[in-house]
């Protein structure tokens, strides 16, 4: 049997926000496609980079609350060379 229960002034299901696809490139330690995603999800948060493996979406770096944009791509393009190189 389901009980379904509803609470007075709930807050709306979540939405997640799309990401927004900065670049991709190849792994160098087993050659897997990463690709880096930006996401802005408030004020308070402010941007989020993630790096996640292209083919299984497994989550491999992230980081947030980067005050600007610009300083979420520079922390992802140091995160690929270094990605890259290894």
């Known amino acids: 049997m389901k009980v379904c229960i509803s609470v007075p002034n709930a807050p709306p299901p979540h939405k997640p926000r799309p990401a927004e696809r900065m670049f991709e490139f190849t792994r160098a330690s087993d050659g897997r496609r990463m690709v880096v995603d930006m996401l802005f999800h408030s ?11 292209a083919d299984g979406g497994w989550l491999s770096h992230s980081r947030g609350r980067f005050a600007t944009r610009a300083l979420a791509v520079q922390w992802a393009e140091q995160e690929r060379i270094a990605l890259e190189s290894i």
């Open 43 to 53: 004020d308070s948060y402010r941007w989020e980079a993630r790096i996640v493996e």
